[in-house]
């Protein structure tokens, strides 16, 4: 049998191979038995997740910069980390106070002649012409008619303002739910932490600890990737919304398509669905619909199936195809949750297999 030879030379005999062994199977199985544990619990109390998320994201990203203003400025941790809190709220408060009031003038101007929008688009889709449509013939005022008639009887029937009561409701405390954790998490981090690694055993604390030091870079490295995709879409968008189509409000429409693809799918279709709202205010023809429609298959297309994979399997040092499964999965397991929470659970889950098997880094 050959002894494999080493950079100094001939292995002596009696040389074991330098290759790290899978852990004890015992640790193996209770950490593996505590990750399902924990992912039923996750499963199971989804619908409370939303706030707990955003605001543990957001904290966590905060995080570093709160540390480094305590150590620079000498203040208290837990002064510096009310600060960040504040300076959040400001920036918050200045977006809703300069962006929202726009948005919602346009809502309200479009949703208070909306059978005027409608019938606008048909008339210069058609030509100015009755046009078929499912058996019947329509003129663009009939058709705009009959579609808001139908919109308002299922509105009616499916009590659809009790339903949009509760989600105005749901939203709003939700809102104040997460920033009450966040400030909670920013202040807090470091002890929420040490009482989550109390938790675990103390024969396990320091392999959890090893597998968190390397999740770590591994996460800051996931949301770096988020915030160039959240350029890239910006600026995407601005082009195509702004200097191409032409719409009105086209730089806050920007800004919010990229902010809202911070949630992947979901984040990204509302945002289709707002740009669209805006711009059927505002077309001139049916030219200015395909126009549109081919704007938001370009910018999904090559983010969504290019950019997004790329940059966040790059930084993930995961495997693009594994990326949008993870997407598509925590979507269909959680909801919005799910897709935040989607890669980094991934990543999560990667390292601590390899860590588990022996395979980690010396």
């Not at 749901?170 to 920013?186: H, P, Q, S």
Request: charged share 15%; net charge neutral.
């Amino acid at each position: 049998m050959d002894v494999p030879e080493t950079s100094a030379g001939k292995a002596r005999v009696g040389d074991a191979p330098r290759l790290a062994g899978p852990r004890d199977p015992g640790e193996v199985r209770t950490l593996a038995l505590t990750l399902a544990a924990a992912a039923v619990l996750i499963y199971l109390i989804r619908a409370i997740l939303l706030p707990f998320v955003v605001a543990g994201i957001i904290a966590y990203i905060c995080t570093p910069a709160v540390n480094w203003m305590a150590r620079r400025s000498g203040l208290p941790r837990a002064s510096c980390a009310f600060l960040m809190f504040f300076l959040l709220i400001a920036l918050l408060g200045l977006g809703i106070g300069f962006g929202g009031r726009s948005l919602l003038t346009e809502a309200i101007d479009t949703a208070s002649d909306l059978q005027g929008t409608i019938e606008h688009v048909a008339r210069q889709a058609s030509g100015d012409r009755p046009f078929h449509l499912f058996g019947k013939t329509f003129t663009a005022d009939e058709f705009a008619k009959s579609l808001i008639d139908r919109a308002l009887d299922w509105f009616a029937q499916s009590d659809g303002l009790a339903m949009l009561a509760g989600f105005s409701l749901a939203a709003l405390m939700g809102l104040v739910l997460t920033l009450a954790l966040l400030c909670y998490f920013l202040v807090g981090g470091p002890s929420i932490a040490h009482g989550l690694m109390w938790t675990v055993p103390p024969s396990r604390r320091a392999l959890v600890g090893k597998i968190a030091a390397r999740v770590d870079p591994q996460l800051k490295r996931y949301f770096l990737g988020m915030l160039v995709i959240v350029l890239y879409v910006t600026g995407a968008a601005y082009i195509g919304l702004g200097l191409v189509l032409k719409i009105d409000h086209a730089p806050l429409l920007a800004v919010l398509t990229g902010m809202l693809e911070t949630v992947p799918i979901i984040g990204s279709t509302s945002a289709s669905v707002l740009a669209g709202l805006v711009s059927l205010h505002t077309a001139t023809g049916l030219g200015s619909i395909i126009a549109f429609a081919a704007y938001v298959v370009v910018l999904r297309l090559t983010n969504d199936q290019i950019v997004a994979p790329l940059v966040l399997g790059g930084a993930a040092q995961l495997h693009p195809a594994l990326i949008i499964f993870c997407f598509f999965a925590g979507a269909v397991l959680l909801g919005i949750p799910g897709v935040i929470l989607a890669v980094p659970f991934a990543l999560t889950a990667k390292t601590t297999l390899e860590v588990l098997y022996g395979e980690d880094a010396a």
